[in-house]
Nanobody
Framework: VQLQASGGGLVQAGGSLRLSCTAS???????MAWYRQPPGGQRELVAD???????KYADSVKDRFTISRDNAKDTVYLQMSSLKPEDTAVYFC???????????????WGQGTLVTVSS
């Protein structure tokens, strides 16, 4: 199982970035999500999107970030706009999924991609 995230980088406050994460080796994905961990902080949920469901966002990113999925490609995106210095963090993608029909659903994590927002 692999979740490959990309798209992080350095951006000025007010700018935009788009993160992508493609999963492989999974049989059934129930939910895909983005989490982030700021320097010295705890990992927190940014947004999630269940298969066939409605997206959910942390209050701190509502109206600025958009999560979307391409189910045919097992890929999740995070479009980030109006970025703030406090959005600086390592962003991780997560898939709540099973690897075979008989295996339980489990959280699988990507390696993280660093987003740095300068003031």
């Amino acid at each position: 199982v692999q979740l490959q995230a990309s798209g992080g980088g350095l951006v000025q406050a007010g700018g935009s970035l788009r993160l992508s994460c493609t999963a492989s080796g999974l049989f059934r994905i129930k939910t895909m999500a983005w989490y982030r961990q700021p320097p010295g902080g705890q990992r927190e949920l940014v947004a999630d999107l269940p298969t066939g469901g409605v997206e959910k966002y942390a209050d701190s990113v509502k109206d600025r970030f958009t999560i979307s999925r391409d189910n045919a490609k097992d890929t999740v995106y995070l479009q980030m706009s109006s970025l703030k210095p406090e959005d600086t963090a390592v962003y991780f993608c997560m898939a709540f999924a099973a690897t075979t029909p008989n295996r339980p659903l489990t959280n699988y994590w990507g390696q993280g991609t660093l987003v740095t927002v300068s003031s």
